[in-house]
T-cell receptor
Framework: GAVVSQHPSWVICKSGTSVKIECRSL??????MFWYRQFPKQSLMLMAT?????????EQGVEKDKFLINHASLTLSTLTVTSAHPEDSSFYIC????????????FGQGTRLTVV | AQSVSQHNHHVILSEAASLELGCNYS??????LFWYVQYPGQHLQLLLK??????LVKGIKGFEAEFIKSKFSFNLRKPSVQWSDTAEYFC?????????????FGKGTSLLVTP
């Protein structure tokens, strides 16, 4: 299957600083990329979607100024958590979908963010 | 929006036992359904998917799922589990939301297989 690489796998940052997470599709062009957040022992919650050539669209309740998403190219999306606070500590997962005409998506390995 | 519900949150089985994890989707019409697995410390991997055709879908690692339209169900099964099947299992369905179509996940089922 297609490969999605997410980096870093884990990061610890101080409260008030910003953190950037990268998501790359290695062997296909990702026309759509998704960012999810997963709390411990809970399901994945969709934060936002970015489509090729357009700005990211955020789900209700997700602060777009806090979680900046850039879909720089068909193989790269970044999520920047700005002015991070301890409540932003979570597991962030990116997902990518190509031009398959189906809804199947491929997932990165996730990033464990801890804000201290 | 289309959603899925998973009824078993924690399942403990002995090796060689049979497995069935429940998944129900919210409403009918054309539906695509997925089962993903998340092994400890690893990323989500696709186990199997249903788009159309044969309602009995076979996936990787001996898993299968049956789409039963009358019951709005897509239960995951495996006849004989192994210790290595210990993982979190998620059922998912595409759902239209604020940001377009994305996979909407169930709460997940944590499976522990004991030797």
């Amino acid at each position: 299957g297609a490969v999605v690489s997410q980096h870093p796998s884990w990061v610890i940052c101080k409260s008030g600083t910003s953190v950037k997470i990268e998501c790359r599709s290695l062997d296909f062009q990702a026309t759509t990329m998704f960012w999810y957040r997963q709390f411990p022992k809970q399901s994945l919650m969709l934060m936002a979607t970015s489509n090729e050539g357009s700005k990211a669209t955020y789900e209700q309740g997700v602060e777009k100024d806090k979680f900046l998403i850039n879909h720089a190219s068909l193989t790269l999306s970044t999520l920047t958590v700005t002015s991070a606070h301890p409540e932003d500590s979570s597991f962030y997962i990116c997902s990518a979908r190509g031009r398959t005409g189906t809804f199947e998506a491929f997932f990165g390995q996730g990033t464990r963010l801890t804000v201290v | 929006a289309q959603s899925v519900s998973q009824h078993n949150h924690h399942v403990i089985l002995s090796e060689a036992a049979s497995l069935e994890l429940g998944c129900n989707y919210s409403y009918g019409g054309t539906v695509n359904l997925f089962w993903y697995v998340q092994y400890p410390g690893q990323h989500l991997q696709l186990l199997l998917k249903y788009f159309s055709g044969d309602p009995l879908v076979k996936g990787i690692k001996g898993f299968e799922a049956e789409f039963i339209k009358s019951k709005f169900s897509f239960n995951l099964r495996k006849p004989s589990v192994q210790w290595s099947d210990t993982a979190e299992y998620f059922c998912a369905v595409p759902s239209y939301s604020n940001s377009g179509y994305a996979l909407n996940f169930g709460k997940g089922t944590s499976l522990l297989v004991t030797p």
